[in-house]
């Protein structure tokens, strides 16, 4: 079974730039989560997808958004880019259980570098 | 909300010593707990979870982490460790409250094998 796959695997943008990241999650998994992850601020939640909605979202300004396709497949945007948005941007897939018991699984994430 | 906490940013162990990465958490209900481990320029891959039933779990590559819920601990351990076991170790719990369902990661710690 093929994991998480994200691309691209690295960017460079300016800053005041959009850009798109894309995350193609692990068949049969229909949730699909994001996180930045820093140095400073270690690995915080962006938001989550599920069946084409957005069911949490964490404490980030409107400049990010996200969504989510038919396929599970999600696309997050950035847009007027900041320095300070330079990270590493991982998504992850997980099967959704009732119990709240399945792990998640991460893909190896697109390092966005903003100038 | 749920939290989790790692004491230690970095933690020195030599080759073929036992090793302990420390966590404790803070939980409404039961704690859903899981660890993950990162390794440079890559995402986080999956070690072991605990939902409920014995206290001491095991893992991938060896690892496995001890639920104390008196302490409110999930500490990772592992009975002699590599040097390929150098990397960035991530605790992590499910957050189930008011139905957000997102996994909160703590700081990491950076775990040092010494040949």
């Not at chain 2, 957000?100 to 990491?108: L, R, T």
Request: glycine share 8%.
């Amino acid at each position: 079974k093929a994991g998480v796959t994200q691309t691209p695997r690295y960017l460079i943008k300016t800053r005041g730039q959009q850009v798109t990241l894309s995350c193609s999650p692990i068949s049969g998994h229909r949730s699909v989560s994001w996180y930045q992850q820093t140095p400073g601020q270690g690995l915080q939640f962006l938001f989550e997808y599920f069946s084409e909605t957005q069911r949490n979202k964490g404490n980030f300004p409107g400049r990010f958004s996200g969504r989510q396709f038919s396929n599970s497949r999600s696309e997050m945007n950035v847009s007027t880019l900041e320095l300070g948005d330079s990270a590493l941007y991982l998504c992850a897939s997980k099967q959704v259980s009732f119990f709240g018991n399945t792990e998640a699984f991460f893909g190896q994430g697109t390092r966005l570098t903003v100038v | 909300a749920q939290s989790v906490a790692q004491p230690e940013d970095q933690v020195n162990v030599a080759e073929g010593n036992p090793l302990t990465v420390k966590c404790t958490y803070s939980v409404s209900g039961n704690p859903y707990l899981f660890w993950y481990v990162q390794y440079p320029n890559r995402g986080l891959q999956f070690l072991l979870k605990y939902i409920t039933g014995d206290n001491l779990v095991k893992g991938s590559y060896g690892f496995e982490a001890e639920f104390n819920k008196s302490q409110t601990s999930f500490h990772l351990k592992k009975p002699s460790a590599l040097v390929s076991d150098s990397a960035l170790y991530f605790c992590a719990v499910r957050d189930f409250l008011n139905r957000d369902d997102k996994i909160i990661f703590g700081k990491g710690t950076r775990l040092h094998i010494l040949p």
